[in-house]
Nanobody
């Protein structure tokens, strides 16, 4: 069955870094664009970053541009989110999403907390 499993979340101080990973299985990973979303308490889920399937073109939310990078390894069926210069407002549950409209799959999320 389809699975997306995120890992790498945790507690980090402001200015610190984390690298999130998402392991995919059960579908043809290389055919899907991959995205990271986040949802903070009381807020709507928002797109953080995306990477296309073939050209690996990336896009980022304005709030994370210059601080976050997204990458993928199609051979390992993995997608990564490198987060640098973290701020308290980056605190949220981060979700991995596989996108090949009209199909789409979500992971279960990983908590990122930025606090001193």
């Amino acid at each position: 069955q389809v699975q997306l499993v995120e890992s790498g979340g945790g507690l980090v101080q402001p200015g610190g870094s984390l690298r999130l990973s998402c392991a995919a299985s059960g579908f043809t990973f290389s055919d899907y664009a991959m995205r990271w979303y986040r949802q903070a308490p009381g807020k709507e889920r928002e797109l953080v970053a995306g990477i296309t399937s073939v050209t690996r073109r990336t896009n980022f939310a304005d709030s994370v541009k210059g601080r976050f990078t997204i990458s993928r390894d199609n051979a390992k069926k993995m997608v990564y989110l490198q987060m640098n210069s973290l701020k308290p407002e980056d605190t949220a549950v981060y979700y991995c999403y596989a996108d090949k409209w009209p199909l789409g799959y979500w992971g279960q999320g990983t908590q990122v907390t930025v606090s001193s």
